[in-house]
């Protein structure tokens, strides 16, 4: 069935419909590419930047963390050993 003929049988308004609901569905597609795009990129992002985290998280520390106290000052939650 061509245009010509839903117009005949249908009417224009059917015909408007119709093709305003395909410009419709094609613009959302459209606005829709972006957004996936950006989708990606970021949950790449975001997989690296927790595979960093993990990796800085698990390493031992390379010198003594806690500079400003002697390692026997008393705390008051003292672990038995």
Same mark, same amino acid.
């Given at each position: 069935?061509n245009t010509? @003929?839903?117009? &005949?049988? $249908? /009417?224009?308004?059917?015909?408007?419909?119709?093709? /305003? +609901? %395909?410009?419709?569905?094609? +613009? !959302? $597609?459209?606005?829709?590419? =972006?957004? %996936?795009?950006?989708?990606? %990129? !970021?949950? /790449?992002?975001?997989?690296?930047?927790?595979?960093?985290?993990?990796? &800085?998280?698990?390493? =031992?520390?390379r010198r003594?963390?806690? &500079?400003?106290? =002697?390692?026997?000052? =008393? +705390? /008051?939650? @003292?672990?038995?050993?």
């Amino acid at each position: 069935m061509n245009t010509f @003929e839903v117009l &005949q049988r $249908h /009417g224009t308004l059917a015909l408007i419909r119709f093709a /305003g +609901t %395909v410009c419709l569905f094609l +613009t !959302l $597609h459209l606005l829709r590419i =972006p957004l %996936v795009i950006c989708e990606r %990129v !970021l949950a /790449g992002v975001l997989v690296r930047l927790d595979r960093a985290a993990a990796v &800085q998280a698990s390493r =031992p520390p390379r010198r003594r963390v806690n &500079q400003f106290f =002697p390692l026997d000052f =008393p +705390t /008051g939650q @003292e672990v038995p050993r």
